[in-house]
């Protein structure tokens, strides 16, 4: 049965449901922007998903939802699928089946675990696809935007595909002010994983405008829909966790559009 919870602007919808579930239930050609963040199958412990099936059948899965994602976007639309970098090829190539690769992007953060087996890992990837190629993208939006190291206003230089500026989000003491916690004396984090609200405006500021529509799949921890609702854009929000949904719905409720 699809849950679905309205917030209060109407605009904004989560679907409490596994996104095999509700992509085939949305209209093609409808959905300006696609960001996914899926579970990356390292078995981690997520609510409500199951994060250890076999390779095989995980690229099975993975290929399913991004064909569905296609099908959804309008001609002009893009999808972004942040992936593992074990599976970095694999996503391309499926990708690659339904849509057209523009770049793999990645993301180098500042703050890398250590690791004495191998070599620390200090970046992500997030690969970047368009339906065709007369797609959305609006270069002049980082004009308007901030360096996140300084105070000077706005970028004076080029965006290239590497993104080194925006910082990992931690819990314990070194919690940023946006990282949600559990409650107690440790300063858990909710999350598995949070990926900081500047970073998803950056996308959904150079591959939409205001009033367009954006599925955040995978939600998690609700950062596209956060930046979505910042920079008003419409979002369908799709997370299987309920626990997940409602703190996302708390998210949309209290953001902070000084801090952000």
């Given at each position: 049965m699809i849950k679905a919870m309205k917030l209060k602007r109407k605009s904004y919808k989560i679907?409490?449901?596994?996104?095999?579930?509700?992509?085939?239930?949305?209209?093609?050609?409808?959905?300006?922007?696609?960001?996914?963040?899926?579970?990356?199958?390292?078995?981690?412990?997520?609510?409500?998903?199951?994060?250890n099936m076999k390779k095989k059948d995980y690229l099975i899965?993975?290929?399913?939802?991004?064909?569905?994602?296609?099908?959804?976007l309008k001609p002009s639309g893009s999808?972004?699928?942040?992936?593992?970098?074990?599976?970095?090829?694999?996503?391309?190539l499926i990708g690659s089946k339904y849509g057209i690769w523009q770049n793999t992007i990645v993301w180098k953060y500042a703050n890398p675990i250590s690791?004495?087996?191998?070599?620390?890992?200090?970046?992500?990837?997030?690969?970047?696809?368009s339906k065709t190629e007369d797609f959305n993208f609006y270069y002049e939006f980082?004009?308007?935007?901030?360096?996140?190291?300084?105070?000077?206003?706005?970028?004076?230089?080029?965006?290239?595909?590497?993104?080194?500026?925006?910082?990992k989000l931690v819990g314990g003491y070194l919690a940023q002010y946006e990282v949600v916690l559990k409650g107690g004396k440790n300063y858990e984090r909710m999350f598995v994983y949070q990926l900081p609200v500047v970073l998803l405006k950056r996308i959904v500021g150079v591959c939409t405008k205001e009033n367009d529509v954006v599925l955040d799949l995978f939600a998690h921890s609700g950062a596209c829909s956060v930046a979505s609702k910042i920079m008003n854009r419409r979002s369908i929000i799709v997370e299987q966790s309920?626990?997940?949904?409602?703190?996302?719905?708390?998210?949309?409720?209290r953001y902070d559009r000084a801090f952000f």
């Open positions: 679907y409490n449901d596994k996104v095999e579930n509700i992509l085939p239930t949305l209209k093609t050609n409808s959905i300006d922007l696609i960001v996914a963040d899926p579970p990356f199958n390292l078995k981690k412990q997520y609510d409500g998903y199951k994060d899965w993975v290929e399913e939802w991004i064909y569905q994602g296609f099908r959804l999808f972004w699928i942040y992936c593992p970098t074990n599976l970095l090829g694999a996503f391309q690791n004495r087996k191998r070599f620390p890992k200090t970046w992500s990837a997030w690969l970047f696809f980082f004009e308007t935007i901030d360096s996140l190291h300084s105070h000077r206003k706005h970028y004076e230089k080029p965006i290239y595909d590497v993104w080194e500026d925006i910082p309920l626990l997940y949904c409602d703190e996302i719905k708390r998210r949309l409720q």
